[in-house]
């Protein structure tokens, strides 16, 4: 994974969540969504910073009209993703488990969060164990 596919400044994770949250525009709309009332100065920010996650693969943009629209390229959890790979890279050997235990340990986690982690981690386990029941039967002579 590229460096700059993971980089996201918090200016630029406010652009995104405004059209994650509110979908398509074009930077005026964003720089007020974003900005509130503004001049020249926040337009020509909002629209770097569009061209940097323009550049990331995070944004795309409509061309077609005189005002350009932008949308995001990326999903929040696909984005929320790739920055917990990057962290478990950094921080832990490229292993989430650390994270995880972290998660759960911590005060964090109330007690439906951890209710609703086991569903999933059953769910996930069963579907590998219905994919590996499929595969042996697929198997000659299994």
């Not at 439906?112 to 069963?126: A, K, Q, V």
């Not at 164990?129 to 042996?136: L, N, P, S």
């Amino acid at each position: 994974m590229k460096r700059n596919e993971v980089d996201v400044t918090e200016a630029e994770l406010a652009l995104l969540s405004a059209l994650w949250d509110h979908g398509p525009a074009p930077i005026r709309r964003l720089a007020e969504r974003v900005y509130g009332e503004g001049g020249p100065s926040t337009y020509a920010t909002v629209q770097k910073l569009l061209e940097r996650l323009e550049q990331k693969g995070c944004v795309s943009r409509d061309r077609r009209e005189s005002v350009h629209v932008f949308a995001a390229a990326v999903d929040r959890g696909e984005l929320i993703g790739r920055r917990l790979r990057a962290v478990a890279d950094s921080l832990c050997g490229g292993s989430f488990t650390p994270l995880l235990t972290h998660l759960v340990e911590g005060e964090g986690l109330s007690p439906s969060d951890r209710d609703e982690l086991r569903t999933l981690i059953d769910r996930l386990g069963r579907g590998k164990a219905e994919t590996r029941a499929k595969d042996a039967r697929r198997k000659p002579g299994a």
